[in-house]
């Protein structure tokens, strides 16, 4: 407990002095490697997984492929970034049921924040600044609040006490590989998110080690609202009881068509605030074609009208657009707590 009392001081007082960067899209960057189906089976993976084709599970290249994912992890810590998320979107049971992976839930958590803490130690040894493991919790493929079939709108894919399971053993993980952080993220149903909370605490007086929670929805279109249906507002209200070290924004849209979502939450919310984008919006081929001076750009005017206190990259930002937003963000205060 003492650690984790330490460890969210220190991050805490880091936040007040100047914003502090998030990484990257780690999917970007897996997918600029051009892994083929035996790269995904590859290593250590083998005893987990059976004939069914792994293709797209990126999260499973933490046990196969443990370098790459680490290098990863090393090229954003070296580009500026203070908090480096495991590659951990999808490791829950529900998520990995897709690729008949369950069982190898807790060691895909436990095994990716493992790789990101060493990659972040090796940085710390060359220029001595500290970093953060923040473990990443996704949203998982099924919505609490919505029915899949429009012919029965009262059904639901999956119960509260489903994600509940199975993000408890996701923060097990998370917690015994070394995070420093849980982050609840890209939340388009809010009872999901409410459900991870849940399961954090849970696990917090379960193991005696309670971590700071970041949380970031995401604002799918121009509606100004999540998928079921929260303005900004509504969802800083909806997981407020959580007392969060940050809650913010991230994926979806671009820096510019989050902006006005992002000074909303902003005007509202009691704790600090993060934003990582998209690197625009994709193209026809599903790229995105923002340079890191763009996104840079754009950042730089959410700490310029004083927006935010954390900031990062979402898909289609790499290495060096973090690094370019780092170097946007100097100077500027970090928003100052209601």
Known sequence: ?????????????TARERILILDGAMGTQIQALGLVEEDYHGGCACHFHSDHPQKGNNDLLILSQPQAIEEIHFNYAMAGADIVETNTF????????????EE???ELNKTGAFLARRALDRATAIDGKRRFVAGAIGPTNRTASISPDVNDPGYRAVSFDDLRSAYATQVRGLIAG??????IETIFDTLNAKAAIFACQEVFAETGKSLPLMI???ITDAS?????GQTP???WYSVMHARPFSVGLNCALGAEAMRPHLAELAGVAESFTCAYPNAGLPNAFGEYDETPEQTAAQIADFAREG????????CGTTPEHIRAIAEAAVGFAPRALP
């Not at 070394?178 to 982050?183: N, R, T």
């Not at 100004?224 to 079921?228: A, D, E, H, K, Q």
């Open 233 to 235: 507002t509504a969802f």
């Open 216 to 218: 970031s929805g995401t």
């Open 104 to 106: 190898a839930v807790f």
């Open 90 to 101: 999808s490791a829950t049971t529900i998520a990995q049921a897709d690729y008949c992976m």
């Open 307 to 314: 927006l935010v206190n954390v900031v990062g990259g979402c």
């Open 224 to 228: 100004g609202r999540t998928l079921s």
């Open 1 to 13: 407990m003492l650690q984790s009392v330490q460890t969210n001081a220190a991050l805490t007082a």
């Open 178 to 183: 070394g995070s420093d952080i849980i982050l």
